[in-house]
């Protein structure tokens, strides 16, 4: 099946049942009133009761949701006619429109409401084109709030995965596809997709339709599409569009390569510098079905940190110096800060004043340098600035005793009431509710992850005093000892990010004969647990808790296969001098040449465990040894091959079988005959079959069925034999002697 073809059929999908609701797996909202469409998104059915059918409006399936967090609405919009609406909401039932908005047609939507009380709520959204052309669309969902937290849910979502897999048997027939993955704006990323592409094209054949590409908004950094080789704009619902059409045509014996880079979000763990970050915001989270990544009470989150070259968490009641450099200031900044919770009689320069706090909640201070002259935080040593202003050769800070010269620094000269913030995401969804306090004045920072009024409560406290919350009690049942999980999730321009179980879900869809993953992003390594499996071959550039740095790794791998660089620079990564590439070869290749602190993890033997280079290691390595970007080759296996007609003990007249006897073994033939083979690789799929008589080449297939039609007129003995060749170049052979006449 071509892309093109297909991508007209998911057109007329999208137009006839309300942009992808079926894909998404989405109950879609009914609509009001007889003049338009219902859609049954179950059986991919739509009930038309009208002639004309000017807006489709997908709202999203019904929601499960709680009283302390927002509730989030997403869905998606189409029009024929016209390509600017207006989206008006009245979310709890008081016939009255809580939010507007106005969008453009083909665009995902989204918004959010707090519900402070449980209950089922009725949500309508109303839709009117902008030129008001067209009668209001109304659409419903129903949302069911729960008191207390966790994670927004949807009633239906659990059905997808049935209703998607596919186990389509092999056709003998090897297709090689294509998922490539870009969610990120910068030309970086660009660079690296346009590499990829010309690699698979000109190195490796393939075709155009079988590579489906989702890029940024639909473009590349300039606005274009060069070749049209763009296929959907990144966003949650047309990856799902994607590798739903695939799991209607991929089948067991076809290969898949999915390709992914831009930034990623997760959580930086002990072995990172930048340990207790929470780059995501709605983990982590308890969930038993999900990789158990900590004990409550061994997470630790960040509170406070320095950026720049001393990077370090901070405590509270110390100072810490931040140092970075300003660009666009062409200058470095220079300050040092300090977390406290209460003081007395505190002068602050800024403003001439003295200062007493006394309350539960966080105060920040800020010195500046006295050479710091104009007192905005950054030394400009080309006006003059200084950073030693006594001048007596001791550095204001010295990073490796942590000692300060105090005659080079001003007192508190900027005071921040009440901060209300920490420097990470928080778990849970959190990022507007919590509550940072010292309950006990100890100058130990307290967390409340879930604040809706009245008592605060203690869900994390710095113990230590080392700017990391020693333990989060993430779901506030009074302990911490539940196991927590963390999704790593990869960011998709402007869109909420594919998470690592949306991900093995999708992939879960298709049953290729193999799977190649290619993962750039941060936390890329805490996507090998999804998506694990025997059939599969992983490679990421990080580890789970740790960033991956520039694009080193992806362009090397990419390097590997295309026997240059980017700039076009010759590399041989050809470790075994076989003239191919394997997975394998590429890997190492790639993590040898990375100079980064990047870790790459490798997986190819379902363990669900990485391991980094050298590969074979840990007992990956032997899958990806054998399988190359030309298809999921094993170069110790040729095809099968088997001459099936003529057969030994039997006469044939004019092709047809009169007897079989046992008495003779050379068949006989009376005039023309099919020679008949069975020709099979698994592998990487049969190149050509070729038929010698006597040890001269009479005939080559290169197209099932494997066969060869024999009326060259004789009367005598000869030996007939058949030649099978895979992609990879192995070759079977399978002989047998024969009496012909006429």
């Known amino acids: 099946m071509m892309k093109k073809s297909l991508i007209i059929g998911i057109i007329l999908l999208i137009t006839s049942s309300i942009i992808t609701s079926n894909i998404l797996s989405f109950n879609c909202g009914k609509n009001n009133s007889d003049d338009y469409c219902t859609i049954n998104c179950n059986d991919l059915q739509q009930d038309i009761n009208c002639n004309i059918l000017p807006i489709y409006v997908y709202l999203g399936e019904d929601i499960i949701s709680y009283n302390t967090q927002y509730t989030y609405f997403k869905g998606a919009i189409y029009s024929p006619y016209t390509d600017r609406f207006i989206l008006s909401w009245d979310f709890d039932e008081d016939n009255s429109y809580d939010c507007l908005d106005i969008v453009n047609s083909y665009q995902n939507f989204e918004t959010k409401f707090y519900y402070k009380q449980p209950g089922e709520y009725s949500v309508s959204l109303t839709t009117v084109d902008a030129n008001r052309q067209f009668p209001p669309v109304v659409n419903y969902i129903k949302v069911f709030i ?36 870009n969610g990120g704006y910068e030309t970086r990323f660009w660079e690296d997709v346009n590499f990829t592409y010309i690699m698979l094209k000109e190195d490796y054949d393939y075709n155009d339709d079988y590579i489906f590409l989702l890029n940024n908004n639909g473009t590349d950094p300039h606005g274009n599409n060069p070749n049209n080789i763009i296929d959907y704009p990144v966003n949650i619902s047309n990856i799902y569009l994607v590798f739903s059409n695939l799991s209607e045509i991929l089948d067991n014996d076809d290969f898949l390569f999915i390709w992914v880079t831009d930034h990623g979000m997760g959580y930086l763990g002990p072995a990172s510098q930048y340990y207790g970050y929470l780059n995501s915001y709605d983990a982590p989270f308890i969930d038993e079905g999900d990789e158990q990544d900590y004990v409550e009470h061994e997470f630790k989150l960040r509170s406070f940190c320095v950026y720049g070259d001393y990077y370090s968490n901070i405590g509270m009641d110390v100072w810490k110096v931040q140092k970075r450099w300003v660009s666009f200031e062409n200058g470095t900044e220079f300050i040092r800060l300090k977390y406290v919770s ?103 920072v307290d967390i409340d992850l879930h604040y809706i009024g009245g008592d605060l409560e203690i869900d994390g406290t710095d113990i230590d005093n080392q700017g990391l919350f020693d333990g989060i009690d993430i779901n506030e049942d009074g302990d911490m000892a539940d196991w927590i999980s963390i999704d790593e999730q990869i960011y998709l321009f402007n869109h909420p990010a594919l998470r690592d179980d949306q991900l093995r879900e999708l992939v879960n869809w298709t049953n290729p004969d193999r799977t190649l993953i290619f993962l750039e992003p941060c936390f890329s390594g805490g996507f090998i647990w999804d998506l694990s499996r025997n059939n599969r071959i992983i490679c990421t550039a990080a580890v789970e808790e740790d960033s991956s740095w520039g694009n080193v790794f992806v362009r090397g791998f990419t390097s590997a296969l295309h026997g240059s660089d980017i700039e076009g620079t010759p590399v041989n990564a050809d470790a075994n001098n076989d003239g191919k590439i394997s997975v394998v070869e590429a890997f190492n290749y790639a993590a040898e040449n990375d100079y980064t602190a990047d870790i790459p993890q ?46 030994e003990s039997r006469i044939y007249l004019v092709g047809h079988l009169l007897f079989k006897r046992h008495f003779f073994t050379n068949p006989i033939i009376f005039g023309k005959i099919t020679v008949e083979t069975i020709a099979i690789d698994n592998e990487t799929g049969v190149d050509r079959v070729e038929f010698y008589v006597d040890d001269v080449l009479n005939e080559n297939i290169s197209y099932r069925p494997f066969s060869w039609v024999w009326d060259e007129k004789t009367f005598s003995k000869h030996s007939l034999r058949v030649v099978a060749y895979d992609i990879a170049g192995n070759s079977a052979s399978d002989e047998i002697t024969v009496w012909k006449f006429f």
């Open 146 to 181: 729960k008191e207390g937290y966790g994670d927004q849910k949807y009633i239906c979502e659990k059905n997808i995965s049935k209703k998607h897999f596919n186990n389509l048997k092999g056709d003998g027939i090897i297709n090689k596809y294509v998922v490539m993955i």
């Open 342 to 444: 209460h003081f007395s009689n505190i002068y602050i320069e800024s403003n001439n004043s003295i200062v007493t706090d006394n309350d539960l909640y966080i105060e920040e201070f800020t010195s500046y340098l006295k050479g710091d002259f104009n007192q905005d935080g950054i030394i400009k040593e080309d006006e003059g600035e200084i950073f030693d202003f006594d001048n007596d050769g001791i550095p204001p800070y010295n990073p490796d005793t942590g000692i300060f010269d105090e005659d080079d620094w001003r007192g508190i000269n900027h005071y921040e009431d009440n901060i209300t913030w920490i420097n990470t995401g928080v778990p849970q969804n959190q990022s507007e509710n919590y509550k940072i306090f010292d309950a006990n004045l100890d100058n130990h």
């Open 602 to 647: 490798y997986d190819d033997n379902g363990d669900k465990n990485g391991h980094t280079y050298p590969i074979p290691n840990g007992g990956d390595g032997n899958l990806g040894s054998v399988t190359f970007l030309s298809g999921p080759m094993d170069e110790h296996f040729p095809p099968i091959l088997k001459i099936i007609k003529p057969t």
